[in-house]
């Protein structure tokens, strides 16, 4: 089946995981709320990229997109996490 999706949106929350399991987000709440704020943000900062692709064939479609943009896609979680850090948007005990 044919889709329309944005596989920046794939890339930065793949990107997200990724800074999640490594010692870098050591200190940031690992909470689903602020994981999705943090792609939210850096999904508004860069352009999107919008293809038509086989479903199953998205992954194809990033790599390129990958050499381009992951040292921004870093940088901008980097901030992002900062800026999310700074809020109080839930209640740590509960997500
Ligand atoms: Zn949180």
Redesign the pocket.
């Known amino acids: 089946m044919l889709i329309l999706t944005n596989v920046m949106e794939h890339l930065v929350l793949e990107t997200v995981e990724e800074i999640f399991s490594s010692e870098n987000a050591r200190d940031a ?7 999705l ?1 943090i792609a939210a943000i850096v999904l508004n900062s860069l352009p999107p990229a919008y293809v038509v692709t086989f479903e199953g064939e998205v992954k194809k479609r990033s790599y390129a997109l990958v050499i381009q943009y992951k040292a921004d896609i870093v940088r901008e979680i980097t901030k992002a996490m900062q800026t ?1 850090a700074t809020r109080v ?2 209640d ?1 005990d509960n ?1």
């Open positions: 709440c690992h909470c689903e709320r602020c994981r704020d999310v948007h839930h740590r997500g």
